[in-house]
């Protein structure tokens, strides 16, 4: 039973700008939140706007977790319950109810003694993620993903919609240093359907895997458009955010995959809903982030390895920050992702930022 719901704000230096079609994030901001269960176990959440994608603000975001650290004392740790309960109460609520969602199973893992990947699926014990390479010069984005590659990088995930030609030369560049590696371009809306076809044209020769919501969230019709007129596989991500947005684009044949992110999905309840929908409909998923730190990151590290139909990870948001707020959390090596395997979501917060 839930006895307590605290949450404070933090703010991260960034290491660079990262920058999309959609706008710029040029530093870090969330809450960090913390539930106490009646019997004195703890669990840890995160909280992370992204107006421009999510429409959550670090004002709404305040208000939500406000109302919920009332309304959700002494219910049990239900996740499937809690989660209505909060979509009743705020309708538009994702990212407080993410963070929200994310504590309660790291206290329902606590509480079992294991890691909750051990919980929820332990289909793999490791992913191979995508860095991405944002919206910079074509000289610039050549820069970035040959630091990648020295990262032991693998998979590279480009940002495009600076233009057509400008995007070819960025694709163009990038695959020029990382040989024959995975490369896969995010258009973030940035394209009407005929446009993005074309572009999708011009660069297929570089062995360009997945086009990531080529055109306006909204325009499913433009989504299929897209995928019947390349051969590439093209994913949604701001097309989906519910479980029943996955079906929406499904029903309309309008997608090969789609992009699954706790910010977005409100937690990892709906995220799962997301990815049962996915694989009943032959659809694959990938599991990505916002600008996040590891607490967040490692709550979908665990829905990513929980599952067989998620194909691909997205889950480099903490390694645009300054310092990491956690300790013994996931960890990088070899390109791939891992868990530390400790009980619950599995990190411990640094103790300065762990004063509520």
């Known amino acids: 039973m839930i006895k307590s719901i605290n949450f404070k704000k933090i703010e991260i230096p960034m290491l660079k700008p990262f920058k999309i079609a959609l706008g710029s994030t040029d530093f870090y901001e969330g809450y960090i939140v913390r539930i106490i269960s009646d019997d004195d176990i703890t669990g840890y959440g995160e909280a992370v706007p992204t107006p421009i994608i999510t429409g959550d603000s670090m004002g709404s975001i305040e208000y939500e977790l406000s109302l919920f650290s009332k309304i959700l004392l002494n219910q049990e740790e239900s996740p499937e319950r809690l989660n209505e309960m909060m979509k009743n109460y705020v309708k538009s609520s994702r990212a407080s109810r993410a963070a929200i969602d994310m504590a309660v199973y790291d206290i329902i893992s606590k509480r079992a003694g294991m890691p909750l990947i051990k919980i929820i699926g332990n289909y793999r014990n490791s992913f191979l993620t995508s860095y991405t390479v944002d919206l910079v010069s074509p000289e610039m984005a050549k820069i970035q993903a040959n630091d990648y590659l020295n990262l032991g990088i693998k998979i590279f995930k480009i940002k495009l919609g600076s233009g057509i030609d400008e995007d070819y030369e960025r694709v163009k560049m990038v695959r020029s240093v990382t040989g024959n590696n995975e490369i896969y371009v995010d258009f973030n809306q940035s394209y009407d359907p005929k446009k993005a ?41 701001e097309s989906v955010y519910t479980p029943e947005d996955a079906l929406n684009v499904i029903n309309n044949d309008a997608v090969d995959m789609i992009n699954i992110k706790l910010m977005k999905s409100g937690g990892i309840t709906d995220a799962l809903k997301i990815i049962d929908i996915s694989e009943s409909s032959g659809i694959k998923t990938m599991v990505g982030c916002m600008v996040e730190t590891k607490i967040a990151n490692t709550a979908a590290l665990n829905v990513a390895l929980s599952r067989k139909n998620v194909d691909h990870t997205d889950l480099d948001g903490y390694s645009s920050l ?31 930022y762990n004063k509520f």
């Open 322 to 352: 300054k310092y990491d707020i956690t300790d013994d959390s996931m960890y990088l090596r070899n390109g791939k992702n891992y868990l530390s395997m400790k009980n619950g979501i599995g990190f411990d917060i640094k103790e300065e």
């Open 197 to 237: 076809v074309k572009l999708a044209d011009k660069i297929e020769k570089f062995g360009v895997t997945i086009i990531e919501q080529p055109v306006f969230y909204k325009d499913i019709r433009g989504l299929k458009y897209v995928k019947d007129n390349t051969s590439m596989y093209v994913m949604a991500d």
